[in-house]
């Protein structure tokens, strides 16, 4: 079984600041994990993945995430907050068993003031 | 390419009605899987088909089922609508052997009075 917990169900950070969305998950498996991003009224969009191919993850709008196995944590970060990053993010677990089912945490909402 | 699309949008039942939501997953795409978001629950998983089967099954009454047709497009079902079924329903689509990489569509929003 795998779970997921995000720590802080609400962030907020001024414009130009840096964004840290931590996350930690447990899984009895090598997981696949994952960083969504929801606005409001929308469906998940695809920040970044980690898929064992590389620690240091980097995805779209310039944010990136390091997954560390030792404190299992896969955090997600961005050196410089914009107002348009203003979301609610979710991190995901994922196990390549043929499960193709995501456990998700209960989510940051992310403020960013100008 | 054209992502995953969800209809309705918006959806008002009432209490004991049942309720039909689809699903046409990416081009190419043979999984597709469902979630409920609630404010109280999150998200959680509902279940997932690949190839007209289902494959996985979250922890939901039998009042939720769904099926996938020959086209990869979907649907789910919930019968006899109690008013914790209030939320918004999400599918995503994926390729078969992917690591579970999933793309979600923007949701049909379910609300039972």
């Known amino acids: 079984a795998q779970s997921v917990t995000q720590l802080g169900s609400h962030v907020s950070v001024s414009e130009g600041a840096l964004v840290l969305l931590r996350c930690n998950y447990s899984s009895s498996v090598p997981p696949y994990l994952f960083w969504y991003v929801q606005y409001p009224n929308q469906g998940l969009q695809l920040l970044l993945k980690y898929t064992s191919a590389a620690t240091l993850v980097k995805g779209i709008n310039g944010f990136e995430a390091e997954f560390k196995k030792s404190e299992t944590s896969f955090h997600l970060t961005k050196p410089s907050a914009h107002m348009s990053d203003a979301a609610e993010y979710f991190c995901?677990?994922?196990?390549?068993?043929?499960?193709?089912?995501?456990?998700f945490g209960s989510g940051t909402r992310l403020q960013v003031q100008p | 390419k054209a992502g995953v699309t969800q209809t309705p949008r918006y959806l008002i039942k009432t209490r004991g009605q049942q309720v039909t939501l689809s699903c046409s997953p990416i081009s190419g795409h043979r999984s597709v899987s469902w979630y409920q978001q609630t404010p109280g629950q999150g998200l959680q998983f509902l279940f997932e088909?690949?190839?007209?089967?289902?494959?996985n099954k979250g922890n939901f009454p039998g009042r939720f089922s769904g099926r996938q047709f020959s086209n990869s497009r979907s649907e789910m079902n919930v019968s006899t609508l109690e008013l914790g079924d209030s939320a918004l329903y999400l599918c995503?689509?994926?390729?078969?052997?992917?690591?579970?990489?999933?793309?979600f569509g923007q949701g049909t929003r379910l609300t039972v009075v």
């Open positions: 088909y690949f190839s007209e089967t289902q494959r």
């Open positions: 995901a677990v994922g196990l390549d068993t043929g499960r193709r089912a995501l456990t």
């Open positions: 995503a689509s994926s390729f078969a052997d992917s690591n579970t990489e999933a793309f």
